[in-house]
T-cell receptor, first 112, second 112 residues
């Protein structure tokens, strides 16, 4: 699976959009971009995933650049409860039981 | 909303003792996983399980570890002879085919 690079930490004001970047310059054509988050030692929580088109769900939006070498997770109106470590993971979308490889992620702190 | 559950939430054991961590995956999921997170470190993959056999395992998952799906609902992780370095949060996850992994709240294992 391709390696990802994320900033170690970011701050965001409550109510504002949080934009979390991720670089995955070695991504291959059959690899998807997944985002998970972990709130203070709880189990990781799936947020969103995508291949090349932008995706949106009730939690967030995912913007993937045209060359697919980077992506941005957008939380449109961050709340204090969005304070967490956010992980960008690249892996093949597979029918087999493939592992997720977690990096260090980005610690997002939402400030009141 | 269906969720993965884990018991116990906290397990304290003496070094050398056997422990069994229990998980109830989401009912229609077919793929099951164990991850662990040592305090302050990354989430690490241990093992994945499908169709009553191990699909993938990491180097961490040595002969001291075993997994089992003893009935139609439970998925267990056994550590035969615990070491101090096994102290960690253990997360169970499950997924349907081709879909994201849903994580449980974790079991904190403390080995004294």
């Amino acid at each position: 699976d391709a390696k990802t690079t994320q900033p170690p930490s970011m701050d965001c004001a409550e109510g504002r959009a949080a934009n979390l970047p991720c670089n995955h310059s070695t991504i291959s054509g059959n690899e998807y971009v997944y985002w998970y988050r972990q709130i203070h030692s709880q189990g990781p929580q799936y947020i969103i995933h995508g291949l090349k088109n932008n995706e949106t769900n009730e939690m967030a939006s995912l913007i993937i650049t045209e060359d697919r070498k980077s992506s941005t997770l957008i939380l449109p109106h961050a709340t204090l409860r969005d304070t967490a470590v956010y992980y960008c993971i690249v892996r093949i979308y597979s029918g087999s039981a493939r592992q997720l490889t977690f990096g260090s992620g980005t610690q997002l702190t939402v400030l009141p | 909303e269906p969720e993965v559950t884990q018991t116990p939430s906290h397990q304290v054991t003496q070094m050398g003792q056997e422990v069994i961590l229990r998980c109830v995956p989401i009912s229609n999921h077919l793929y099951f996983y164990w991850y662990r997170q040592i305090l302050g470190q990354k989430v690490e993959f241990l093992v994945s399980f499908y169709n009553n056999e191990i699909s993938e395992k990491s180097e961490i998952f040595d002969d001291q570890f075993s997994v089992e799906r003893p009935d139609g609902s439970n998925f267990t992780l056994k550590i035969r002879s615990t070491k101090l370095e096994d102290s960690a949060m253990y997360f169970c996850a499950s997924s349907a085919q081709f879909n994201e992994q849903f994580f449980g709240p974790g079991t904190r294992l403390t080995v004294l």
